[in-house]
C-alpha cells in the first residue's frame, strides 16, 4: 500500500469494484469508513475518512486489522466543527466516538501483514557537474531520473537543443493536410525521414519475445542514425532536424560514456562495455523519433529496446509504472522539472546492470478519464510538475525521444562489477537478436 495513499482515493477504488455488494446491500458512498487497528494501538482502533493518508495508522511492517465499515446512512458524521453549538466536541472527539460505534458492529476480521510503499521521489540530477558519475546510482532507484539542461554550457557539452517544437508541429500540419508536398521533400523520397499515424510495430510483432502491444494514437516521424552520414544540402529547409539531431545524440554518447567508463574496465572484446569505453561502440541502431499526440492520444505501455532513452516533451501525459517489482508498481505521471529533460532506461541499460537498473515501463495517456485514475501525485509526494501532470490532459502533446541503440553485432552482457554468480546472472546476448 502506498502510505500517503487518501483513504478517500481507496475508498473510490473499492467503489468501483463491489457493484454486487451494492446490489445486494444497497449503501452510498459516503458510508463506506476504513477502520485500522494496528498491533501498537493497543485496545483502541483507528477511523479513516477522508483526506487522512493511510500513514496515519498504519507502519510498515506491522501487523494491521483492516476493516471496510459501512456506517447507518442516518449517520454521517462530520469530524470538522461546524458551529457554535457544536463547539464542546472537537474533530477528535467526534472521531473517537464514530470509531467506537463501528468497532462495536465488527463480528470478525482476519489479521494480515501491511507493507507502506516508501515515496519515489524521481531523481534530479547534474553528471555533467556535481553529480558525475551517479547516473547509474540515480537510475537504479526507478529507472528514470530528470536531467539537468544547462542553455549556455557548450563548453563542457551539456547543451540540449530545444528542439524546435514549432517547426515540428508545422511539419506535421504539412504532412497530414499536404501531403502531396511532403512526400515530395527529398529526404522524404529517400525515405530517410518517415512519417506514420501510430507506430511502426514490425519489431514488436516480430522480435524476440513478442512484446505485447495495443494500437497507439499518435502520429510519428521517424530516422535513422545512419542519415548522419548524409551531407546537410540534401536537408533543404529541414536541416534543423539534422543539426538538432547530431547535437542531442552526440551529447547522450557522450554523457554515457563518462558515466559508464568507471565501470566498464576490462571487459571481454566485442561487448558494449568494452566498445564503450574504448570509443568503438558506433551506436548504429540509435533512432530519433518525435510523436505528437492528439487530444485522445495513446502509447501503450513497454519498456524500451535499447540502453537509453532521452525524452524532450511540451506537456504531460507520460506515466511510469514505479514499484519494487515488474508489474506490481503504481503508475505515475514523469513530467520535468523547468529546465530539465528525462532520461530512463532500457533493455539493454537493465542486462548491463545485471537487473540493478530496471527498464522502465511507460505509456502514454492523454485521456482525462485515465489521468484521474492515477495515484495523484499530491499522494505520492510528486514534484510540482508531477502534479500538474496527474491534474489535467492537454490538448496536444510533442515528444521528441533519442533512443541510444547498439550494434546490431555488439554483445551485451552483465558488467563484471555487477555479476553475482549465484546462478542468476542474465545472458549475454546480440543486441540485434533482441
Known amino acids: 500500500l502506498p502510505g500517503h495513499l487518501r483513504v478517500a482515493d481507496l475508498v473510490e477504488r473499492l467503489w468501483q469494484r463491489i457493484p454486487i455488494l451494492r446490489a445486494v446491500v444497497p449503501f452510498e458512498k459516503q458510508q463506506l469508513v476504513l477502520l485500522v487497528h494496528s498491533s501498537s494501538a493497543g485496545d483502541s482502533g483507528i477511523a479513516l475518512v477522508g483526506e487522512d493518508c493511510l500513514s496515519r495508522a498504519l507502519r510498515d511492517g506491522e501487523t494491521v486489522t483492516v476493516v471496510l465499515a459501512l456506517r447507518p446512512q442516518q449517520q454521517h458524521p462530520q469530524l470538522e466543527d461546524s458551529g457554535a453549538g457544536e463547539a464542546s466536541e472537537g474533530p477528535e472527539r467526534k472521531r473517537r466516538k464514530l470509531e467506537q460505534e463501528l468497532w462495536e458492529g465488527v463480528d470478525h476480521v482476519d489479521a494480515v501483514p501491511c507493507q507502506l510503499a516508501p515515496e519515489v521521489q524521481i531523481p534530479v540530477i547534474d553528471p555533467w557537474g556535481s553529480d558525475s558519475g551517479r547516473m547509474i546510482e540515480a537510475l537504479s532507484i526507478c529507472g528514470a531520473a530528470y536531467l539537468k539542461v544547462f542553455e549556455d554550457d557548450a563548453i563542457r557539452n551539456r547543451t540540449l537543443p530545444d528542439q524546435n517544437f514549432s517547426l515540428w508541429h508545422d511539419l506535421w500540419q504539412e504532412a497530414v493536410k499536404h501531403k502531396?508536398?511532403?512526400?515530395?521533400?527529398?529526404?522524404?523520397?529517400?525515405?530517410?525521414?518517415?512519417?506514420?499515424?501510430?507506430?511502426?510495430?514490425?519489431?514488436?510483432?516480430?522480435?524476440?519475445?513478442?512484446?505485447?502491444?495495443?494500437?497507439?494514437?499518435?502520429?510519428?516521424?521517424?530516422?535513422?542514425?545512419?542519415?548522419?552520414?548524409?551531407?546537410?544540402?540534401?536537408?533543404?529547409?529541414?536541416?534543423?532536424?539534422?543539426?538538432?539531431?547530431?547535437?542531442?545524440?552526440?551529447?547522450?554518447?557522450?554523457?554515457?560514456?563518462?558515466?559508464?567508463?568507471?565501470?566498464?574496465?576490462?571487459?571481454?572484446?566485442?561487448?558494449?562495455?568494452?566498445?564503450?569505453?574504448?570509443?568503438?561502440?558506433?551506436?548504429?541502431?540509435?533512432?530519433?523519433?518525435?510523436?505528437?499526440?492528439?487530444?485522445?492520444?495513446?502509447?501503450?505501455?513497454?519498456?524500451?529496446?535499447?540502453?537509453?532513452?532521452?525524452?524532450?516533451?511540451?506537456?504531460?501525459?507520460?506515466?511510469?509504472?514505479?514499484?519494487?517489482?515488474?508489474?506490481?508498481?503504481?503508475?505515475?505521471?514523469?513530467?520535468?522539472?523547468?529546465?530539465?529533460?528525462?532520461?530512463?532506461?532500457?533493455?539493454?541499460?537493465?542486462?548491463?546492470?545485471?537487473?540493478?537498473?530496471?527498464?522502465?515501463?511507460?505509456?502514454?495517456?492523454?485521456?482525462?478519464?485515465?489521468?484521474?485514475?492515477?495515484?495523484?501525485?499530491?499522494?505520492?509526494?510528486?514534484s510540482e510538475g508531477e502534479l500538474a501532470a496527474a491534474d489535467e490532459a492537454p490538448k496536444e502533446r510533442q515528444s521528441h525521444i533519442i533512443f541510444l541503440q547498439p550494434d546490431r553485432e555488439t554483445i551485451v552482457q552483465p558488467l563484471r562489477s555487477y555479476l553475482r554468480g549465484d546462478g542468476t546472472d542474465l545472458e549475454p546476448i546480440r543486441y540485434g537478436d533482441w
Not at 512519417?195 to 510519428?220: C, I, M
Not at 503508475?331 to 523547468?338: A, E, G, Y
Open 180 to 382: 502531396h508536398v511532403f512526400r515530395q521533400r527529398a529526404m522524404v523520397r529517400r525515405r530517410c525521414l518517415r512519417f506514420s499515424q501510430g507506430e511502426d510495430l514490425l519489431r514488436t510483432v516480430e522480435g524476440n519475445e513478442g512484446k505485447a502491444h495495443t494500437p497507439d494514437v499518435r502520429y510519428n516521424f521517424g530516422l535513422g542514425q545512419d542519415v548522419l552520414r548524409l551531407d546537410t544540402k540534401h536537408w533543404g529547409d529541414l536541416q534543423w532536424i539534422h543539426a538538432d539531431f547530431r547535437a542531442t545524440l552526440d551529447c547522450l554518447v557522450e554523457l554515457c560514456r563518462r558515466e559508464l567508463a568507471g565501470v566498464a574496465e576490462s571487459e571481454p572484446a566485442g561487448t558494449l562495455g568494452a566498445k564503450v569505453a574504448s570509443g568503438t561502440e558506433t551506436w548504429a541502431g540509435s533512432r530519433l523519433r518525435h510523436s505528437i499526440y492528439p487530444s485522445d492520444g495513446s502509447c501503450t505501455e513497454h519498456t524500451d529496446y535499447g540502453l537509453i532513452t532521452l525524452q524532450q516533451s511540451t506537456a504531460p501525459g507520460l506515466q511510469a509504472q514505479i514499484g519494487a517489482s515488474p508489474g506490481s508498481g503504481r503508475w505515475l505521471p514523469l513530467q520535468p522539472p523547468t529546465g530539465c529533460a528525462l532520461i530512463f532506461a532500457g533493455d539493454m541499460f537493465e542486462r548491463l546492470t545485471n537487473g540493478k537498473v530496471a527498464a522502465l515501463m511507460h505509456r502514454v495517456c492523454l485521456s482525462p478519464r485515465e489521468s484521474s485514475l492515477l495515484e495523484r501525485g499530491k499522494a505520492e509526494g510528486g
